[in-house]
T-cell receptor, first 111, second 114 residues
Framework: GQSLEQPSEVTAVEGAIVQINCTYQTSGFYGLSWYQQHDGGAPTFLSY????GLEETGRFSSFLSRSDSYGYLLLQELQMKDSASYFC????????????FGKGTTLSVSS | DGGITQSPKYLFRKEGQNVTLSCEQNLNHDAMYWYRQDPGQGLRLIYYSQIVNDFQKGDIAEGYSVSREKKESFPLTVTSAQKNPTAFYLC?????????????FGSGTRLTVV
C-alpha cells in the first residue's frame, strides 16, 4: 500500500523560512508533488520533483531524495497569505495514474 | 479562460436520496479525478478516469458511481448506499498521467446530509 507522512501543523512569523517535510511509502515511484489549499478553496499545484535535488520557484522550493523516500517544501520570506494547508502527493502503482495525497500540513503565519 | 467548473457549490441531501455532482472542464485534459475531503483527512480518491468511457475505483469508491461519456464531463453520483456523504468534494483534471504537469482542481461542492 501507499502512505505519506507530513506534520499536521507548522507555525511561523512573517519573513521567516519554514520547511514542511514529507515521507512516503509507495509501490513504485513516479515523482512527488506539492499543493497549496487556502481554507475553503481549491488546491493549487505548486511543484513536482521526479529526480533528486532541489527545484526552486520564486519563494518556494521543493526537494526530493528518492533513496530516503523523503521530500520537503521550503517556503522563504513568509507572508500572511502563505497561511494555508500544504499537501504532498505521489502516484502509486495501486492507484493507477491518480495521485495519493498526504493529510496535509496547516501553516499559520503570524505578524 | 480554461478551467474546471463544479456545480452546485453547496448541496443538501435528504437521507436515502441520490445526488449528482457536476464536473466540467474545457482544458482538453484526458484524465479526470474525484476526491473527497473531510477535516483533517486530506484528499481521498473516489474515482478516476484516464479516457472517455473508462474509469477506475479509488480507495473509497463504495457508495459512489461515475460516468465518462464525454471528455469534458465527469459527473459523480453519491448514492444512498454512502453512509456518511457529508463532505467537500473536489474534481480535478490533468494533461498527463501521474500528475507530472499538475492537477487543475475545481472549486468544489460542499455536500450536507439533512
Amino acid at each position: 500500500g501507499q502512505s505519506l507522512e507530513q506534520p499536521s501543523e507548522v507555525t511561523a512569523v512573517e519573513g521567516a523560512i519554514v520547511q514542511i517535510n514529507c515521507t512516503y511509502q509507495t509501490s513504485g515511484f513516479y515523482g512527488l508533488s506539492w499543493y497549496q489549499q487556502h481554507d475553503g478553496g481549491a488546491p493549487t499545484f505548486l511543484s513536482y520533483n521526479a529526480l533528486d535535488g532541489l527545484e526552486e520557484t520564486g519563494r518556494f522550493s521543493s526537494f526530493l531524495s528518492r533513496s530516503d523516500s523523503y521530500g520537503y517544501l521550503l517556503l522563504q520570506e513568509l507572508q500572511m497569505k502563505d497561511s494555508a494547508s500544504y499537501f504532498c502527493a505521489v502516484r502509486d502503482d495501486q492507484a493507477g495514474t491518480a495521485l495519493i495525497f498526504g493529510k496535509g500540513t496547516t501553516l499559520s503565519v503570524s505578524s | 479562460d480554461g478551467g474546471i467548473t463544479q456545480s452546485p457549490k453547496y448541496l443538501f441531501r435528504k437521507e436515502g436520496q441520490n445526488v449528482t455532482l457536476s464536473c466540467e472542464q474545457n482544458l482538453n485534459h484526458d484524465a479526470m479525478y474525484w476526491y473527497r475531503q473531510d477535516p483533517g483527512q486530506g484528499l481521498r480518491l473516489i474515482y478516476y478516469s484516464q479516457i472517455v468511457n473508462d474509469f477506475q475505483k479509488g480507495d473509497i469508491a463504495e457508495g459512489y458511481s461515475v460516468s465518462r461519456e464525454k471528455k469534458e464531463s465527469f459527473p459523480l453520483t453519491v448514492t444512498s448506499a454512502q453512509k456518511n456523504p457529508t463532505a467537500f468534494y473536489l474534481c480535478a483534471s490533468s494533461i498527463s498521467r501521474g500528475g507530472g504537469y499538475g492537477y487543475t482542481f475545481g472549486s468544489g461542492t460542499r455536500l450536507t446530509v439533512v
